[in-house]
């Protein structure tokens, strides 16, 4: 066995795998990115394409063990990236996509594409797409996909990118060995709890893959609510499925977050370090974790700022939720899901604030949940208003 370390959507692992182990079974079967398709096996269909410092690559015939100190891009990672949704919606419209099996390396290719070409020139596009095999579709909507997203962002004064921002020739990742073979990226055990592999200090920034923001109301003064937030034991008892492991500190807190989605149960054990500003009665949280159980991890931070209302009375809270999920949760936690479980827990969490304000108890402690249940309540009413709404338009 040897241990492999390097960046995945933008997350530092370090795992054993052998050898011989190819980069689609790497982040596969080791991190749970099942995006990643194995086709052919041979580097024909396309099926596996991944970025590898930021160029497309078969990572059916790459060694994982070559990509020591790389950077891998798979399409989880793509998720929130503004030229793949773009891509996404171009594909829907125009019916781009049977099966699915080829979409995923389709649309890694097609990204690049976006990015290098200087115009919507139909031959090139499907020279450059080439490489990436689909049997439903005929490629007619492919193209036109790709052809309509290039000539919307040229209309947009995006120019093309030379090279698609290529500082080096040779095969995707080879720039890493033009002085020598690099140093390996600092990295931690992928899946390691997260409250024993972060020392103190260690826990890092990092730009969210998703960001929400939900706003709420207290009726209690902001001074009162800023010194609430002060006090961490008592914020993690409002807070839906949270438990302390240890007596908190400001710059250190351990502690675990149990979710269920559904039929899906998570624990995600990590740490997290508290920032305060008493001028601006503004803070953050940054913290990360670990659920051993379905080798899934995440970063997370919350922002708040306290506001005044009614004269200093009341305050609203301004949250901003960022995070970025990788593993198995990645697959089904996705933005619309989340968002719903984000309005739950903070509407969840300004009750029991408010409670505790007032000397009631919280009743927090159990899982973070969303049940199959209320997902389909909610999807069928979204769908009844919408309906509604039309019938209300005017003739």
């Known amino acids: 066995m040897t241990t492999i370390a390097l960046q995945v959507n933008r997350r530092a692992v370090e795992v054993s795998a052998e050898p011989r182990t190819s980069l689609a079974d790497f982040v596969r079967d080791k991190l749970d990115l099942t995006g990643t398709h194995r086709g052919c096996e041979h ?21 994982a063990a070559a990509c020591e100190g790389a950077d891998i891009t798979t399409i989880e990672g793509l998720d929130e990236d ?23 390396g389709m649309l890694v290719s097609a990204r690049d594409l976006v990015l290098r070409l200087p115009d919507a020139d139909e031959r090139r596009i499907r020279v450059g797409l080439s490489g990436n095999l689909c049997r439903c579709t005929g490629y007619v909507g492919i193209v036109r996909a790709v ?24 095969p995707a990742g080879s720039g890493r060995a033009a002085s020598g073979r690099s140093e390996p990226r600092p990295a931690q055990q992928a899946l390691a ?81 508290v920032e305060r500003d008493p001028a601006t009665l503004s803070g953050r949280i940054v913290g990360i974790g670990t659920d051993q159980r379905s080798h899934s991890a995440t970063q997370g931070e919350i922002r708040y700022r306290l506001l005044p209302l009614e004269g200093g009375t009341a305050t609203a809270v301004e949250l901003s939720i960022g995070y970025t999920l990788t593993g198995m949760l990645a697959q089904v936690g996705r933005p619309g899901l989340v968002r719903d479980l984000a309005k739950r827990l903070v509407a969840e969490f300004a009750a029991n604030l408010d409670r ?9 402690g159990a899982p973070a949940e969303l049940s199959f249940w ?22």
């Not at 000539?151 to 040779?170: P, V």
């Open 43 to 63: 580097g024909v269909c396309g099926a596996c394409t991944v970025l590898l410092d930021g160029v497309p690559a078969r990572s059916c015939i790459t060694y």
């Open 82 to 104: 503004e030229i793949t949704t773009e891509l996404r919606a171009a594909f829907t419209r125009e019916h781009a996509l049977q099966c699915g099996y080829c979409t995923p």
């Open 147 to 170: 052809q309509s997203v290039i000539e919307a962002r040229r209309a947009r004064d995006i120019a093309a990118l030379a090279d698609g921002g290529r500082t080096s020739l040779g």
């Open 193 to 273: 709890p997260a409250s024993e592999s972060a020392e103190p200090g260690s826990i890092p920034d990092f730009i969210p893959a998703t960001i929400l923001d939900q706003r709420f109301t207290l009726p209690h003064p902001p001074a009162k609510v800023f010194a609430m937030f002060d006090d961490i034991g008592a914020i993690a008892a409002c807070l839906p499925g949270v438990s302390l492991k240890s007596p908190p500190r400001p710059e250190r807190v351990e502690g675990l977050i149990r979710v269920r989605l559904g039929p899906i149960a998570a624990a995600f054990e990590g740490a997290a370090r």
């Open 356 to 364: 505790h304000m007032s000397g009631a108890p919280s009743g927090a």
């Open 374 to 395: 209320s997902i389909v309540s909610d999807v069928l009413r979204a769908r009844l208003a919408r309906l509604l709404g039309r019938r209300s338009e005017p003739e």
